[in-house]
């Protein structure tokens, strides 16, 4: 085995990452608003089915790209209207939805299962750039949305910490009582930045789906992707920056298993290497729960709890 | 709320009546059958007569009804599972995990220990292992949750997918323990006879069913009449009342999930006594892990209603399956979609239930904000 191969992992990892920086970029900016939405698997899937359909349809990458936005967004507003509206169970109604996506997509997927993806979102050319060794595939081998997707996460961060809006949706998830006295409409934000959250995980399926999916297999197609992104919101303590650090070690974790069998190293039988991305989530997460970890993190404090003002 | 000159109030009920609670349920699965309707209608099939088949296949022929039951019995299990943890509050979302180590568990008692005891006592055995492996596999997260306050929601989840390897493993994967080694073909280790419970007659139904049902009324009795239950509801309305009392919350935490993952794991083991006979990869393809917290949501974690809930949602799947066999197959995750949308619709149907709707005529605000949205 060579440097070169792990050199190809890696940049495999950073492609990777692009479904779960998109992905906990929304989740990031659904619970900075003190909604925790839980049903981004069932999202994913739902993105991921729709652009493979509208790609399988139109060949047209961008409009596929567009209508699985359009499928998070609609998804997002349905745990909005519940949870926000409504008062529901944010945990329950979150789960409700990845067994919905779940469902739907297998219903909807079923005529494409098994057929090969039908369009793929190509790399850029940078001609030459690409050859450069080691920085060449890490830097210079991706998509136009992969690129855009880093530029999304320092968008967001600066929207979260320097402008007056990423205020007001940072206090909404701290303190809405304080919003409200402010008079500001602490169920408009909380809708806006779910619904939001919800594009970015439409598109994190459906770019899945045509960048770096091979067919339409059911469930297996995200295969708890999106659990992994929840796990990485914690890991990145609610900050877009640190969720792409996470999210090219995360990435890098899942694309192990299938380096090492690619390259017939059989320290562990697939099946046991199969489980180590969700075994490396799992440690991940323990780490962040000591206390002196939790110090640092920070969650919004009223993450979960629905906004009644007391009135009278 | 304030819409124009309108003002829509909450009024909170002090008990729901009685066509109420009746009510929202029904109108859920009304609406969820017109939303499944909808996606019916725009793949080609019409709604009417898929519905009628459905229902006809898994609620009305003989062995529909014992498919329904047969299918019902881990199904039952997992329910009580979700229902035990999420009425305190901790989302053990792993009972589908849970479900894989309690057949996995009780295969391994199957093989390994039913030869060498009497008939009667083995099935018990079985039973009892599978729960204690479903147990053990929810510990980690369990203590993870009571110590450190770890989420219990991804941890369960996440074992989820390491158990499916696991099982993938035992029979895909290696030539091991669990792998019937008289054959190439990848399946299971038949259990031992004195391992197997006989079906009623020729149908699909197994005695684990009344097992499964005296256990949920054992557990309803239980919870209204102990002290660990009583300890559970307060814990579960109010965690700072439960500690001022003296309560031992890690304990309580930590046992109530545990008891959650050993209700998966019997649903696993009863899977190995009852149909299956080994570890069979078949149980990873219908969900009944996931189902379960469907079935205990819609429930509102009443444990008997568990029992009811259950069967009517076995019946789904069972005429999902039913559907696939005709010339304009309808895929069986029809019946996923629709468990899906009863329960968004359930969900949103609670805040009738909870509260009464005032809608009052208000004179104009003149010092108008944008507080009141």
Redo the contacts between chains.
């Keep these: 085995m060579n440097s070169n191969v792990w050199v190809l992992t890696f940049a495999d990892g950073i492609s990777i990452a692009t479904t779960l920086i998109l992905a906990s970029l929304g989740a990031i900016i659904t619970e900075r608003s003190g909604v925790i939405n839980l049903g981004i698997e069932g999202m994913l899937l739902m993105g991921a089915v729709t652009a493979f359909l509208v790609g399988d349809g139109t060949h047209n990458i961008w409009l596929a790209l567009f209508l699985a936005v359009l499928v998070g967004m609609a998804m997002a507003t349905v745990h909005a209207v519940l949870t926000i509206t409504l008062r529901s169970n944010q945990i329950v109604s979150g789960l409700a939805l990845v067994i919905f996506g779940t469902g739907l997509s297998q219903f909807i997927g079923k005529s494409v299962e098994g057929k090969p993806r039908p369009v793929r979102i190509e790399p850029i050319d940078f001609g030459a750039l690409s050859d450069i060794p080691i920085i060449g595939p890490v830097v210079f081998n991706h998509d136009p949305i992969t690129y855009l997707t880093w530029v999304g996460a320092l968008i967001a961060s600066w929207y979260l910490f320097r402008t007056r809006p990423g205020l007001v949706l940072r206090a909404t998830g701290d303190a809405p009582a304080t919003v409200d006295a402010q008079g500001v409409s602490v169920a408009a934000v909380r809708y806006a930045h779910t619904i939001a959250g919800g594009a970015l995980v439409g598109l994190a399926g459906g770019w899945f789906m045509l960048a770096r999916g091979t067919a339409w297999s059911q469930a297996a197609t995200t295969n708890g992707i999106g659990w992994i992104a929840l796990a990485l919101v914690v890991f990145a303590a609610w900050r877009p920056l640190r969720a792409i650090i996470g999210a090219v070690l995360f990435g890098f974790t899942l694309q192990v298993p299938y380096t090492l069998q690619g390259q017939q190293i059989r320290i562990f039988p697939p099946e046991i290497l199969q489980m180590l991305p969700y075994l490396a989530t799992l440690a991940v997460l323990v780490v962040l729960s000591t206390p002196r970890a939790r110090r640092l993190l920070g969650a919004p404090t009223m993450l979960g709890q629905p906004f009644v003002r007391d009135e009278r | 709320m304030i819409i124009g000159r309108t003002r829509i109030e909450l009024e909170p009920r002090l008990n729901s009546p009685r066509w109420l609670v009746l009510a929202v349920p029904l109108a859920s699965v009304f609406l969820a059958l017109s939303v499944g309707g909808i996606?019916l209608m725009l793949?080609g099939h019409s709604p009417v007569q898929t519905y009628s088949k459905l229902l006809s296949s898994g609620y009305t022929t003989f062995y529909g009804i014992t498919d329904t039951l047969g299918l019902a019995t881990p199904l039952i299990c997992t329910g009580l599972a979700a229902a035990f943890a999420?009425r305190m509050n901790l989302?053990n979302?792993g009972e589908e995990g849970q479900m894989y180590l309690g057949m996995i568990g009780g295969a391994w008692a199957g093989i390994a220990l039913a030869d060498h005891l009497p008939a009667l006592v083995a099935v018990p055995v079985v039973l009892a292992i599978g729960a204690l492996t479903g147990g053990l596999w929810v510990l980690?997260p369990a203590v993870?949750r009571a110590k450190?306050?770890?989420?219990e929601?991804?941890?369960t989840?996440?074992?989820?997918?390491?158990a499916l390897?696991?099982v993938?493993?035992f029979i895909?994967?290696?030539r091991g323990f669990f792998r019937d080694p008289s054959t190439s073909f990848p399946q299971g280790r038949a259990v031992s006879a004195n391992a197997r419970l006989g079906n009623f007659g020729t149908t699909n139904t197994y005695p684990t069913l009344v097992i499964a049902a005296l256990l949920a009324i054992v557990l309803w009795w239980f919870i209204r009449n102990s002290n660990y239950g009583y300890e559970t509801s307060v814990y579960a309305d109010s965690p700072n009342t439960a500690r001022y009392a003296g309560m031992n919350a890690t304990r309580l935490t930590i046992s109530v999930l545990l008891v959650s993952g050993a209700l998966a794991g019997l649903g696993g083991a009863m899977y190995v006594v009852g149909p299956a006979g080994k570890v069979d990869p078949g149980l990873l393809q219908i969900g009944l892990g996931?189902?379960g917290?469907?079935v205990a949501?819609l429930a509102r974690y009443n444990f008997v209603a568990v029992v009811i809930t259950a069967i009517l949602f076995a019946g789904l799947r069972i005429g999902g399956a039913a559907l696939q066999i005709s010339s304009n197959p309808v895929?069986i995750?029809?019946?996923?979609?629709?468990?899906?949308?009863v329960?968004?619709f359930a969900?949103?149907g609670?805040?009738f239930r909870r509260n009464r709707i005032r809608i009052r005529r208000t004179q104009p605000v003149v010092f108008s904000?944008?507080?009141d949205?």
């Design positions: 996606f793949n999420f989302f979302i980690v993870l450190l306050g770890t989420s929601i991804v941890s989840l996440l074992l989820n997918y390491v390897n696991l993938n493993y895909f994967g290696s996931y189902a917290i469907v949501s895929p995750a029809i019946a996923v979609v629709l468990q899906g949308s329960l968004l969900l949103g609670e805040i904000t944008k507080a949205a």
